[in-house]
């Protein structure tokens, strides 16, 4: 336990699941520290625009705030009077991240420190503007900050940070190892009482977003690392970091059970569970184990990441019989070529239809992501992807198909450079509030982006119709069009603002009716109901 307790202010932004800030809290309250973690907006506010038009506010897509949103996070500041402030985020929020830390400074002395995905891959960045990065894993790391703190110790040969020294000279830190016993953590901290939700101004102790899956949903890590080192992705960076040897890591089956178990008995809404793990679970034999312990133990509903290349029958079949609701698998691109030499994803097309195949054909809902907008890609690239797309099984859903994001310090941003695409102009300026580029918009990249969203409609707009529309000059130079019927299909398939289908919601909420109906207080008020209207009548 800690000597004496430090007051530590963790900070989210537009993410209220935030697991690995949770689970620093959890470890710092088990070392006996008090502990409160801000969620500065929440997922479902992603891409609004709740700051544009504010002189004071922040709006940079997908992050906005209003001033009124920074004044409600001042003022937590100057009630908690932390002693350390960490903050984590990836590289869409660097920008806020860089803004929020600037206000922050006129209502409290206390060292902020970055961590997270962006501040590990870019950590001469976040040292200009940040007291301390963490690169990699923090656990250990904040442990020794906040004992530091507490016995009023200087921390800038704490290891895993990257700081500046008195001259200015950015120091970067010894590394840690991977923390390989994953079992030691503590469970993910999701206890209201000290969390604070600021949205619209305002600091609201306890709440949650009233739209957030959390409300019936609950998310975790099976384990921690991806297999895989694709070149757009930070876990190529980190596997770079750390070594692929130990990079992958898996917690025991009983452990992962009993933090679902006592989520439930924590909130008993719980309906729903996430895993969130890069590509969930690579060992067959902790797999079987598993599903189950998982059937006999929790018995609900689950979503996952799937990949293509570890997808069998076998593992399918597993996920089936456990209770899979359905799973993401990224599929990126259809072209070989694109997939091998780019984004190093050595998985060939059939076997990428043979997984979609066997997760269909198990009755498993199956959610694509693509990649487009790629400078890489040829026109025969993307008629590969488009051909593949259209091979694809029946009732699969597409992602809002993605433009390709080019990363600060990830191999994808170097493969670029080196195709000379700078100097000739095809991408974007860098954006300094996100640390990536893309390449620039062009009608050529609207129309494949739209077209490829067309191909989870092919039953409705016909195969052949689609594969025509890719031969037409005039829709080529007039994607609005294509977009146009990609947004009309959307909005009659789904619900408005969501994936959801609103088939399925249909159902959801018959069956809601139905479990309502079997609740003996609601039988007695639609009997009152019915006697009543009898005697109105």
């Not at 025969?380 to 992602?399: I, N, S, V």
Request: net charge negative.
């Amino acid at each position: 336990m800690a000597r004496q307790p430090v007051r530590i202010l963790l900070l989210a932004f537009f993410d209220e699941w935030c697991l690995g800030l949770r689970t620093l809290s959890a470890v710092l309250k088990r070392e006996g520290h008090d502990v409160r973690l801000a969620i500065f907006r929440g997922m479902s506010e992603m891409h609004d625009s709740a700051g544009e038009g504010d002189p004071d506010g922040y709006h940079h897509p997908p992050a906005s705030a209003t001033n009124a949103d920074f004044d409600a996070l001042i003022n937590v500041v100057r009630e908690v009077k932390p002693d350390l402030i960490g903050m984590g985020f990836c590289s869409n929020f660097f920008g806020l991240a860089r803004e929020t830390t600037r206000r922050m400074r006129s209502a409290t002395e206390a060292p902020i420190l970055w961590g997270g995905a962006d501040p590990t891959v870019n950590p001469d960045l976040g040292v200009q503007y940040a007291d301390a990065v963490c690169v990699g894993e923090g656990e250990a790391a904040l442990v020794e900050i906040a004992e530091r703190i507490a016995e009023k110790r200087p921390f800038n040969d704490v290891a895993n940070l990257c700081m500046r020294d008195a001259q200015g000279e950015i120091i970067h830190n010894a590394r840690r190892p991977l923390i390989t016993e994953l079992d030691a953590l503590p469970w993910p901290d999701f206890d209201r009482q000290s969390q604070i939700y600021i949205t619209s101004g305002e600091a609201r102790a306890g709440a949650l977003p009233a739209v957030s899956s959390l409300h019936d949903s609950y998310p975790l890590l099976s384990g921690r690392g991806c297999p895989f080192s694709c070149t757009y992705c930070c876990n190529s960076h980190l596997r770079e970091l750390y070594g692929a040897k130990h990079y992958v890591r898996q917690r025991s089956v009983d452990n992962v059970i009993r933090e679902i178990e006592q989520a439930r008995k924590n909130s008993p809404g719980i309906r729903h569970v996430e895993f969130h793990d890069d590509v969930f679970s690579i060992d067959m034999e902790w797999l079987q184990e598993w599903a189950g312990q998982y059937t006999q133990r929790i018995g609900l509903p689950f979503s996952c990441y799937s990949h293509p290349a570890t997808t069998t029958a076998e593992r399918v079949a597993i996920l089936k019989r456990a209770g899979v609701s359905f799973t993401i698998m990224g599929v990126q691109s259809g072209s070989e070529r694109i997939l091998r030499e780019i984004y190093k994803r050595n998985t060939p097309r059939e076997r990428i239809l043979e997984a979609a195949r066997q997760i269909r054909e198990a009755g498993i809902h199956l959610v694509i992501d693509l990649i487009s907008a790629n400078p890489f890609e040829t026109e025969e690239d993307r008629r590969a992807t488009l051909d593949l797309m259209l091979q694809m099984p029946e009732g699969f859903m597409l992602h809002e198909v993605n433009r390709l994001c080019i990363f600060r310090n990830h191999p994808i941003s170097d493969q670029m450079i080196a195709a000379g695409f700078e100097e000739q102009g095809i991408l974007e300026l860098w954006d300094e509030d996100r640390n990536m580029r893309g390449a620039k918009d062009s009608d050529e990249h609207r129309f494949w982006i739209a077209l490829l969203s067309l191909t989870e409609f092919k039953n409705e707009l016909g195969e052949i119709n689609i594969r025509q529309m890719a031969d037409d000059p005039f829709l080529r130079q007039h994607p609005a069009i294509v977009e146009g019927i990609s947004h009309a299909m959307i909005d009659a398939r789904y619900l408005p603002g969501s994936r959801k289908r609103r088939d399925t919601r249909l159902h959801e909420l018959e069956a809601e009716l139905l479990r309502l109906k079997g609740s003996r207080i609601v039988r007695y008020a639609l009997r009152l109901r019915e006697i009543l209207s009898r005697r109105t009548a």
